[in-house]
């Protein structure tokens, strides 16, 4: 029963539902502002069916963008980096606060302040990293790589710069640093484990804080989906890949209204999707917690 | 001690803020320092322009944005029901990527903004900018508004507030300003520019990339001054015209960053 209520929730009105009325919602504001005639809603309409039945007649006035290929678009480029740039945000964060959480541990309680300064400075670096405006960094790698840059790399400079992961640990840290002085954390400590310096691998001291600290912090990268999905969308431009993002840019060049609700609807979906994979992951692990965050 | 850690850190913003008060100097003062080519070509009047709009951007955005959020957090405490209905809108809008509101905001407009003069085109860009940014800003702020506002009014001594026969009203209104809340305005108010000033350079840059300088807004961004010069960076060009706006912005956003922390750590 809870299951099907999490599935109807999740998968039915915060995905299916919000994908298509926010796709509505949008598309209305446009073809209303722009003052379209009444006729052109009945065709945006038909036009977005077909697109969700795959139809090969999508958008007919306006040849060379299938449904297919849109679709795909999103499936091939948009969804892989997007879930690439958020798994490379999760490790940092947990790398990151694993580190920090140990340096406070071994100042507090054995006097040795050399990782916790180091951590300081790393913060520092990662704070300046952050301020690097994610499209300064896209272009200096296509500079580089041109539109052949390996995806993982634009993973990562999607994350580290534009405050994504300064972000991410920042939270994780907090909320982790906050137990160090708790009475469970300070009895785990004297159990002999190991510190787990640079990650929080199950059964080290920073791993036990993390498991405290996991249902707060997968709600956060669900909430940061739509951040990503948003930069992933701007390296896409930047990079001139077949994305949803430069399918967006083509539609508002072009005026193609159809091309323009496709891409919105697609990318909605795409951000539907990863942010219900991250609430799937909260719901199995910790289905109290998830029924809490509700 | 701490006074000295103090105004070091608030010299130190000053200093990594400062290009957005500078630019408000006529630009003819820094001629000499930079350049002849920067000065002929006119890209230092055009940097000085772009910031100019950028410090516009971000002051509008910032207090729009802040007056929104204080009332609309105020009004969610007061009114869990409203609350409730302010969150569900608030999270549905923040399921959108920003980017893709700010695109949205812009489309309907851009036949206006291409018939019109510069001067009305520059106000109206900026004024559809602001509205852009702050409704991409405003779930975040509410949220951290009216998480500890709640949290007070449930303490103790806010209850003893209530057995004295104060309303709802009067009693958030003297929670509003505590040591606490006016942190966490300090940080929501730090948060709001740092996104503004994230979307608004992504937005120009994108914009730029893709319409040239046919594009809308029409209002000049740093984003937009990088892009058009982001062939500088090519064998021949001169990197000073990428890497000049460039390094500008990441002083500002350090500044940003560096007020977001302090407050945290006020807050804490």
């Known amino acids: ?294 | 001690m701490k006074k000295l850690y103090n105004i070091l850190r608030i010299v130190c913003l000053i200093v990594l803020a400062l290009p957005l008060a500078l630019a408000w100097v006529p630009s003819e003062v820094f001629e000499g320092l930079v350049p002849v080519s920067l000065v002929e070509s006119g890209y230092l009047h055009s940097l000085f322009l772009s910031f100019r709009e950028l410090s516009i951007t971000l002051v509008a955005t910032m207090l729009f944005a802040m007056l929104l959020s204080v009332s609309l957090g105020y009004i969610s405490v007061l009114s869990i029901r409203v609350g409730r209905g302010f969150s569900n809108v608030l999270n549905a809008v923040e399921s959108i990527p920003s980017i893709l509101v700010a695109l949205f905001c812009y489309a309907p407009v851009s036949g206006y903004l291409a018939r019109h003069s510069s001067a009305a085109s520059t106000t109206m860009s900026l004024i559809v900018f602001v509205l852009a940014a702050t409704v991409t800003t405003l779930p975040e702020a509410v949220r951290s508004i009216d998480i500890p506002l709640s949290d007070l009014y449930n303490r103790k001594y806010s209850l003893s507030f209530r057995s004295y026969g104060f309303t709802k009203q009067r009693i958030l209104a003297v929670l509003m300003n505590t040591a606490l809340m006016r942190n966490t305005l300090k940080r929501v108010a730090a948060g709001i520019l740092l996104k503004t000033l994230v979307l608004d350079c992504s937005f120009g840059f994108i914009i730029q990339l893709g319409f040239g300088s046919y594009g809308t807004p029409a209002h000049l961004s740093p984003g937009a001054l990088i892009a058009a010069h982001r062939d500088a960076l090519f064998e021949g060009g001169e990197p000073i015209l990428f890497w000049l706006p460039s390094i500008m912005l990441i002083t500002i956003s350090v500044a940003f960053l560096l007020m977001l922390n302090d407050s945290k750590e006020e807050t804490e």
């Not at chain 1, 879930?83 to 406070?104: D, F, N, Q």
């Not at chain 1, 840059?149 to 634009?154: D, G, V, Y």
């Not at chain 1, 972000?167 to 469970?184: G, P, W």
Request: net charge neutral; aromatic share 12%; hydrophobic share 55%.
């Open chain 1, 1 to 294: 029963m809870r299951f099907l209520r999490f599935l109807v929730r999740e998968f039915l009105i915060h995905g299916i539902v919000f994908a298509v009325a926010g796709t509505v919602i949008l598309s209305g504001f446009y073809l209303l502002s722009i003052g379209a005639p009444i006729e052109s809603y009945g065709e945006t309409v038909r036009s977005f069916f077909l697109l969700v039945s795959g139809s090969e007649d999508f958008s007919t006035a306006h040849p060379g963008f299938s449904s297919g290929r849109i679709i795909a678009s999103g499936a091939a480029v948009t969804l892989p980096l997007a879930l690439m740039a958020l798994i490379i945000l999760t490790l940092i964060a947990l790398a990151g606060s694993a580190y920090a959480v140990t340096g406070r541990y071994l100042a507090r309680h054995h006097g040795h302040t050399g990782q916790e300064r180091l951590d300081g400075v790393l913060s520092l670096f990662t704070s300046i990293l952050a301020a690097v405006p994610l499209f300064v960094g896209f272009w200096v790698l296509a500079n580089a790589f041109g539109s052949d840059a390996p995806f993982p790399i634009i993973a990562f400079i999607t994350v580290v710069l534009g405050g994504l992961s300064w972000d991410a640990t920042n939270f994780l840290k907090t909320d982790m640093l906050s137990q160090v002085e708790t009475t469970h954390a300070i009895v785990f400590s004297t159990l002999g484990h190991g510190l787990g310096r640079f990650f929080p691998r199950p059964g080290t001291y920073s791993g036990y804080l993390f498991s405290s600290s996991l249902p707060r912090f997968i709600p956060y990268l669900a909430g940061k989906v739509p951040a990503i999905i948003g930069s992933v969308t701007i390296a896409e431009i930047v990079f001139s890949f077949p994305g949803l993002g430069s399918t967006l840019l083509d539609a508002l060049l072009a005026t193609n209204t159809d091309l323009l609700v496709a891409s919105v609807f697609i990318l909605l979906c795409v951000n539907a999707v990863v942010a219900f994979l991250v609430k799937t992951i909260l719901f199995l692990i910790y289905p109290r917690w998830y029924e809490k965050a509700i």
